[in-house]
């Protein structure tokens, strides 16, 4: 045994953390989206009611379901800006970053097999530096249903691909 200080040493070794933490599936309830549901008595409203934004308002096929998904998308996430839900503790958006600037595109994923799949990116195109796009995921069919509740467990996952998704594109870039 030595002396005890190769931990300390390690410690100190450590690098500083450049952005905020990039948290599982399963820790990605924010309080202050749960607080506003909460008051607002919005916890079993479906995203549909309280956007209102239904499917049957866009177009036919695969380029008007595409619309919807990224006009849910993109309310969703102005909604958690706006009640600080994407919470990033102590770190704040470099300079030339704002989270006020990012937007949801949906784009056709095209695979050797044929099925269909689209994919959810989020853009910072103003972005001078780093990331200007980060992809969230792939999916078939729909993934943000309008039968979802605000305060359900889909909306669990949707917070948690957001954060995580625009900590990539804000910070990891």
Known sequence: MGSGKGKSRRTAARAQPTGPPVYPQDQGWAGPWVDFLTTQGL???????????QRGSFALGRAGSRAFQEKLAQEIFDDLVATHALDFGEYNPPPGK?????TFIVEEILREDSAECDGLYAEARKASTGNTRVH?????GSYLKETATLGGSEMKDIISNMHNAVAALIWLG
């Not at 916890?43 to 934004?53: F, P, Q, R």
């Open 98 to 102: 704002k989270l006020e600037e990012i």
């Open 136 to 140: 969230l995921f792939n999916y078939s």
């Open 43 to 53: 916890l079993e409203t479906s995203i549909s009611d309280y956007y209102n934004v």
